[in-house]
């Protein structure tokens, strides 16, 4: 495809802090998500140990057994190394220097006012963050995105503030760096470059996005000087960057691929979080998970067996909503209405399914545990691959910043 940067449009990155185990709640919310995309995009998926260290700083042993269980547990759930590129971010030390350079450029304001920074503050209470490394951590995720010129970043609704200030860094960087004398002839003569229609369809769409914030228009622009055979690659960076009133489009701004709201439940019907204790882990054994879920609250007011019960207040029907085909969930939604079936009954379809989903993915991980060569060596040839693409921006990035000395 003919993208100004290789792949831009069509690179996907994403990251996961290196937290332990994975649950059935990364499963359903991010992993799955993950392993669609993969044959869709050209994806990189990375381990944000650096990111763990910004909250997690004072307590770092576990940190390199999470890091390798998280890599097994991708690879259990079938992320393929063939497809994506999968490292360890600070194996790629690139994104340390992009992180720097980015911060002469970024307004403290900026960093202050993401939401995370005073929530997370205030949440995390035990833990001292008036530091320098968590205030900088959205514009460590900027360098993150950046410097592999990733269109698109899946990621939950937390997170949607990250993508955007990530946005505004690369269109200050752009403008700053992306000027050029001679600038605005030189766009007009790329737009006659085009051809009268293909220049005249351009002009439009600019026009209605810079003038009346037509974000349609822009993306149906974008895709317009994709599909242009004829255009040099500074033409293509300067129509880009002139789209947006701005210079040549030296880092890429990225649009977030918002996953859906975490389908999966907790035990206690919360989200599925570690914080809370109410997971089921990957790797948990078949009968602690079958005691988890035998044991699960249901709805509090069906006290007896012959009282009638609300699946919608139960968080065994959340279950049945991810698990069930429409015959179970039939039978379990009718069968507690009218108390014909009792909780333990209900549970069954649930528990069978949730162990048939994980056997497999238990059955790999297990072997890859057994494995570490394979698992250090799926992590050093994604790392290569990742600094190759890395070094190729900071090149740019470096020149465009007045480093590139001879
Ligand atoms: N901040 C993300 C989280 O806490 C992890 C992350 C780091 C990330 N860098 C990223 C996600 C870049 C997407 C893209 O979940
Ligand atoms: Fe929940 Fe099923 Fe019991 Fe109804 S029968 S309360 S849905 S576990």
Redesign the pocket.
């Known amino acids: 495809m003919n993208t100004i940067h290789p792949g831009s449009a069509t690179r996907v990155l994403s990251g996961m802090r290196p937290t332990g185990r994975l649950h059935l709640g990364h499963y359903h919310g991010v992993l799955k998500n993950w392993l669609k995309l993969q044959h869709e995009y050209e994806c990189f998926f990375f381990i944000a140990d650096w990111h763990a260290l910004t909250t997690h700083y004072e307590d770092p042993r576990h940190l390199e057994e999470s890091v390798w269980d998280m890599v097994i547990d991708w690879l259990a759930v079938g992320i393929d190394p063939a497809n994506s590129t999968l490292f360890i971010q600070s194996r790629v030390p690139e994104h340390a220097e992009l992180h720097v350079l980015l911060s002469m450029i970024t307004p403290l304001s900026w960093l202050e006012r993401v939401p995370t920074y005073k929530d997370q503050q205030l949440k995390l209470k035990d833990k001292d963050l008036s530091t320098y490394g968590f205030l900088g951590y959205p514009l460590l995720q900027s360098a993150d995105i950046l410097i592999y010129r990733a269109g698109l970043v899946p990621v939950g609704e937390d997170q949607v503030a990250h993508v955007e200030i990530t946005r505004e860094v690369a269109r200050r960087f752009n403008f700053l760096y992306g000027r050029e004398s001679g600038y605005e002839e030189l766009c007009q003569a790329a737009i006659k470059k085009m051809g009268k229609k293909a220049g005249k369809r351009y002009s439009e769409l600019r026009e209605a996005y810079i003038e009346r914030g037509d974000r349609e228009a822009l993306i149906t622009a974008r895709e317009l000087i994709e599909d242009q055979k004829n255009i040099t690659l500074g033409d293509r960076e300067r129509l880009l960057g002139y789209l947006e009133g701005g210079g040549r489009q030296i880092l890429t701004e990225p649009q977030s691929l918002l996953t859906e709201a975490a389908k999966m439940p907790g035990l206690d019907g919360q989200k599925m979080s570690k914080s809370y204790h109410n997971t089921i882990g990957l790797r948990d054994l078949p009968d602690d998970i079958a005691q988890k879920l035998r044991t699960?609250p249901?709805?509090p007011k069906?006290v007896r067996r012959t009282d009638p019960?609300?699946?919608e207040?139960?968080?065994?029907?959340q279950f049945?909503l991810v698990y069930s085909g429409e015959d179970v969930k039939q039978w379990?939604?009718a069968?507690?209405?009218s108390?014909a079936?009792?909780?333990?009954?209900?549970?069954q379809p649930v528990i069978d399914a949730v162990l048939a989903e994980l056997r497999p993915i238990q059955h790999r991980a297990n072997e890859l545990s057994q494995d570490p060569t394979l698992i250090r060596s799926v992590i050093a040839d994604g790392c290569r691959r990742a600094r190759d693409v890395a070094e190729e921006t900071l090149k740019d990035v470096r020149r465009s910043m007045g480093l590139e000395y001879s």
């Open positions: 699960m249901t709805d069906r019960g609300d699946p207040q139960c968080p065994v029907w049945h379990a939604g069968g507690c209405r108390a079936i009792g909780c333990l009954e209900c549970k």
